[in-house]
């Protein structure tokens, strides 16, 4: 079997199967993912198809809004902004500062938020006339994801399929903030 230039063997021309990519929730997945779409990026097997949920979705979206050859920098660019170091704590503590870095880490989110992502809602948004139903203002997500999504091409793209799952329903291509 022949080789490609990464040493991943190459897809054969007689593999007329569709490549299928569902990427589950839960933040902490979500970055791992990015990983496994770079290791199939770097091999023949690109998904055909590709499907999501919560931060799956966000993944999902920034993969198939994207031309194969921008995927996985955009993905990066993601993954760079939204887990950016806080800055208050050097890098690579052992323990017991690393626990105490971690604290800080988890409370400085819990409060300002993360960048690229959310942030939570100003004190006077509480009291204006919109009944906010969540502790966090997500906009700033929408306008990353503005940046790095052609949400035109999720809609009309050939090369890959997008489904996004939502409650127990499925959805349609099509990207709604």
Known sequence: MAETPNGFPARPSSYGKKVGLVLQGGGALGSYQAGVYEALASSEYLPDWIAGISIGDINAAIIAGNRADERVKNLRAFWNEITGHAGFWPAGFD????????HASILMALTLG????????????WFS???RISYYDTSALKRTLERLVDFDRINK?????????RGECWHRPVFVF
């Open 95 to 102: 323990w017991p500062l690393a626990s105490m870095q971690r």
């Open 114 to 125: 993360q960048p690229g992502f959310f942030v939570p809602w100003q004190l006077h948004d």
């Open 129 to 131: 006339s919109n009944k």
């Open 157 to 165: 793209a050939n090369d890959i399929r997008f489904e996004r799952r």
